[in-house]
């Protein structure tokens, strides 16, 4: 290992004043006795062994089931580089106020040295990562969620000795003491005070998005809040698609898809090759590639069942840690909306007695798996490969419950830019606050870009002029709802339907009709055997309301005012051309 490494795990333990300082290899061995250390400290519960091999359940402090987007800075030098959808904090302020909270945080308790590979080994796309961690749960869900170990060390010495320091510790949980702080100019991570998924798996949104986005603006190329899937049509190709939907809007679900009856005979097949993270760069020939840099799952469990995500329910079956689930009496986990009906008694999230007439959810609604990527049955062969796969398409989705039609097709790349910038969806439990309110999500990056925003779109402009084969970019929406409230697209399998039609635009055909939005199939152009969705209600899918759109248009000006002169020019000019179509829509429909 490098010196550098070294003197730096040397200089926090000083700080942190750990017993035990402990080096993670990623051998098998190591997981085992790291599994019986949490079993006998009560951070992991082992689950039935015979029903689900190599399980086990965690439950977090219930102030600490989410990410803490409001306790998240940007510790840029200058507070403009960190851009008005971040908080900011000096960094010498920043480096006081919490090194003092650290300031022997670690005293009578082990150190756990955890290196780890984001991205597949010898891929030019990767990156090295160090968290040094007192949480035994973390350093067990990066064993999973990344290549952990010597193997992190072996790409470290091959590739020029960088690394991203990750320090990370538990503190004393309080919401008030709880810090995730981020200095993108040193390369480094700061959080105390959470045991939660993003707040504390440093590899995930900490360095692989919000790091990694600014070294990304540096060098060239994207990191981004996206799922990636392949799609093999009858004829036999196979075509990429990333999208980018914000915190629990259907990533995990789209990249597990499975064919419904009807689509899988014709020959349709769906792969699995991330779902929820894409490292993208242009190739040299001109078109965008993307790797998936994690290596496991950390996917929302309520709403699993071997109905909505089969896939999914196959890959949580063995070597899987739950997370705030309910516990049934024979050690098996549920959820709400689990394959079995509710137990008639169980240990609801918190581990309390729960019966179905608590009137409270037995699953926390953030609860989380964390699971191998290896062990999903639809996990595309080529998913490790170092040089990624190439990108036909880029969805942006969100959940909207009006306004905004079940897909549309952008008409450029800076187009594309701008649906992506202008993104926003109804707020969910991953993050938290206040459940369904609507809110700007650009890219569905507003919580993972770690600088300006403005910045950020120039730069999705610059990667597009490098490209002579850029992906087409579509906006989707799964939530539209009709007047019942209830969703009027069936969703999940059924989301293939207008993946065909998007590798159909892809390739060329595709029936569409031009909006002022952009292209909007036609009724007919989205396959519907074997589904019941009714004429009218594809109208209602696909229905581009104009009076809808003024709101839309005033609410976007509102929200690029907001980054002055950062907002780049192509993106003012298309707000102004959309502003000008919706208007021009109107007169014809009041002097028609
Ligand atoms: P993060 O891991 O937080 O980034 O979430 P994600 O984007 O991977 O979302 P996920 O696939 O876990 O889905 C979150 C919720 O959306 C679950 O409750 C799903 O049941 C629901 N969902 C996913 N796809 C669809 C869909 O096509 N239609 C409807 N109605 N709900 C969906
Ligand atoms: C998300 O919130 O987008 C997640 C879960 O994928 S977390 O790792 O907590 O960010
Ligand atoms: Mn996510």
Same mark, same amino acid.
């Given at each position: 290992m490098t010196d550098t490494v070294k003197r730096w795990v040397e200089e926090i333990a000083a700080i942190t004043t750990p017993d035990r300082i402990y080096w993670c290899n990623g051998s098998e061995e190591e997981r085992k006795q790291l599994t019986a250390e949490a079993v006998k400290t009560g951070v992991l519960i082992e689950l039935n062994q015979q029903k689900l091999p190599g399980c086990y359940l965690h439950r977090s402090h219930p102030s600490d089931v989410a990410r803490s987007e409001h306790l998240t800075f940007i510790c840029s030098r200058r507070k403009d580089d960190c851009g008005p959808t971040n908080n900011w904090m000096a960094p010498a302020e920043a480096r006081e106020k919490v090194g003092a909270l650290f300031k022997g945080s670690m005293k009578g308790r082990t150190m756990y040295v955890v290196p780890f590979l984001m991205g597949p080994p010898g891929s030019a796309f990767s990156k090295v990562g160090i968290e040094i961690t007192d949480s035994v749960y973390v350093a067990l869900n990066m064993r999973i969620m990344t290549r952990m170990g010597d193997v992190a060390l072996e790409h470290l010495h091959s590739h020029g000795g960088e690394f991203t320091k990750c320090l990370h510790g538990l503190g004393d949980l309080s919401p008030d003491k709880r810090y995730i702080l981020h200095f993108p100019e040193d390369n480094e991570i700061w959080s105390i005070g959470s045991g939660y998924g993003g707040n504390a798996l440093l590899g995930k949104k900490c360095l692989a998005l919000r790091i990694a986005s600014s070294l990304a603006c540096r060098e060239g190329w994207l990191a981004e809040h996206m799922l990636i899937l392949g799609v093999k049509t009858p004829k036999g190709d196979t075509h990429y698609v990333t999208g980018a939907f914000p915190s629990s809007c259907g990533k995990t679900n789209l990249a597990m898809l499975v064919p419904p009856a009807p689509l899988r005979d014709e020959g349709w097949q769906v792969w699995t090759v991330g779902d929820d993270i894409s490292w993208l760069r242009p190739g040299t020939d001109g078109r965008l590639w993307a790797v998936n840099p994690e290596a496991g799952f950390f996917g929302v469990v309520p709403g699993t069942s071997s109905k909505t995500n089969p896939n999914a329910m196959a890959t949580i079956a063995k070597n899987t840690i739950y997370t705030n689930v309910a516990l049934r009496p024979d050690g098996t986990v549920w959820w709400e909306g689990h394959d079995d009906p509710p137990p008639e008694h169980a240990l609801d999230w918190q581990g309390n007695p729960w019966t179905?007439? +608590? $009137?409270?959810? #037995? #699953?926390?609604?953030n609860s989380r798996f964390t699971a191998?990527? +290896?062990?999903?049955? +639809?996990? #595309?062969?080529?998913?490790? /490969?170092?040089a990624g796969v190439p990108i036909s398409a880029i969805l942006f989705g969100a959940r909207r419950q009006r306004v905004v039609p079940l897909v549309y097709q952008a008409m450029s790349w800076q187009h594309g830019v701008f649906l992506g910038a202008t993104l926003s969806s109804e707020t969910t439990a991953a993050a938290a606050g206040k459940v369904g309110l609507l809110r700007r999500d650009p890219m569905a990056m507003l919580p993972f870009c770690g600088y300006n925003m403005g910045d950020y779109w120039g730069h999705w402009l610059k990667v597009g002029e490098k490209l002579t084969n850029p992906p087409k970019v579509f906006r989707v929406n799964w939530f539209r709802t009709g007047d019942n409230g209830k969703f009027l697209w069936p969703g999940f399998g059924d989301n293939l339907r207008v993946l065909a039609w998007v590798i159909d635009r892809c390739t060329g055909s595709g029936e569409a009709e031009r909006t002022f939005l952009g292209w909007v199939p036609t009724r007919r152009a989205i396959d519907r055997t $074997?589904? /019941?969705?009714?004429d009218t209600t594809m109208d209602q899918l696909l229905h581009v309301d104009r009076i809808d759109w003024i709101d839309a248009v005033s609410a976007q000006s509102m929200f690029f005012e907001r980054f002055g002169e950062r907002l780049p020019e192509p993106i003012r000019e298309e707000h102004d051309a959309l502003a000008r179509r919706v208007s021009t829509a109107l007169q014809q429909f009041f002097y028609k």
């Amino acid at each position: 290992m490098t010196d550098t490494v070294k003197r730096w795990v040397e200089e926090i333990a000083a700080i942190t004043t750990p017993d035990r300082i402990y080096w993670c290899n990623g051998s098998e061995e190591e997981r085992k006795q790291l599994t019986a250390e949490a079993v006998k400290t009560g951070v992991l519960i082992e689950l039935n062994q015979q029903k689900l091999p190599g399980c086990y359940l965690h439950r977090s402090h219930p102030s600490d089931v989410a990410r803490s987007e409001h306790l998240t800075f940007i510790c840029s030098r200058r507070k403009d580089d960190c851009g008005p959808t971040n908080n900011w904090m000096a960094p010498a302020e920043a480096r006081e106020k919490v090194g003092a909270l650290f300031k022997g945080s670690m005293k009578g308790r082990t150190m756990y040295v955890v290196p780890f590979l984001m991205g597949p080994p010898g891929s030019a796309f990767s990156k090295v990562g160090i968290e040094i961690t007192d949480s035994v749960y973390v350093a067990l869900n990066m064993r999973i969620m990344t290549r952990m170990g010597d193997v992190a060390l072996e790409h470290l010495h091959s590739h020029g000795g960088e690394f991203t320091k990750c320090l990370h510790g538990l503190g004393d949980l309080s919401p008030d003491k709880r810090y995730i702080l981020h200095f993108p100019e040193d390369n480094e991570i700061w959080s105390i005070g959470s045991g939660y998924g993003g707040n504390a798996l440093l590899g995930k949104k900490c360095l692989a998005l919000r790091i990694a986005s600014s070294l990304a603006c540096r060098e060239g190329w994207l990191a981004e809040h996206m799922l990636i899937l392949g799609v093999k049509t009858p004829k036999g190709d196979t075509h990429y698609v990333t999208g980018a939907f914000p915190s629990s809007c259907g990533k995990t679900n789209l990249a597990m898809l499975v064919p419904p009856a009807p689509l899988r005979d014709e020959g349709w097949q769906v792969w699995t090759v991330g779902d929820d993270i894409s490292w993208l760069r242009p190739g040299t020939d001109g078109r965008l590639w993307a790797v998936n840099p994690e290596a496991g799952f950390f996917g929302v469990v309520p709403g699993t069942s071997s109905k909505t995500n089969p896939n999914a329910m196959a890959t949580i079956a063995k070597n899987t840690i739950y997370t705030n689930v309910a516990l049934r009496p024979d050690g098996t986990v549920w959820w709400e909306g689990h394959d079995d009906p509710p137990p008639e008694h169980a240990l609801d999230w918190q581990g309390n007695p729960w019966t179905p007439q +608590s $009137g409270t959810p #037995a #699953a926390h609604p953030n609860s989380r798996f964390t699971a191998p990527a +290896s062990q999903c049955p +639809s996990i #595309a062969p080529n998913w490790e /490969d170092p040089a990624g796969v190439p990108i036909s398409a880029i969805l942006f989705g969100a959940r909207r419950q009006r306004v905004v039609p079940l897909v549309y097709q952008a008409m450029s790349w800076q187009h594309g830019v701008f649906l992506g910038a202008t993104l926003s969806s109804e707020t969910t439990a991953a993050a938290a606050g206040k459940v369904g309110l609507l809110r700007r999500d650009p890219m569905a990056m507003l919580p993972f870009c770690g600088y300006n925003m403005g910045d950020y779109w120039g730069h999705w402009l610059k990667v597009g002029e490098k490209l002579t084969n850029p992906p087409k970019v579509f906006r989707v929406n799964w939530f539209r709802t009709g007047d019942n409230g209830k969703f009027l697209w069936p969703g999940f399998g059924d989301n293939l339907r207008v993946l065909a039609w998007v590798i159909d635009r892809c390739t060329g055909s595709g029936e569409a009709e031009r909006t002022f939005l952009g292209w909007v199939p036609t009724r007919r152009a989205i396959d519907r055997t $074997g589904i /019941d969705v009714s004429d009218t209600t594809m109208d209602q899918l696909l229905h581009v309301d104009r009076i809808d759109w003024i709101d839309a248009v005033s609410a976007q000006s509102m929200f690029f005012e907001r980054f002055g002169e950062r907002l780049p020019e192509p993106i003012r000019e298309e707000h102004d051309a959309l502003a000008r179509r919706v208007s021009t829509a109107l007169q014809q429909f009041f002097y028609k």
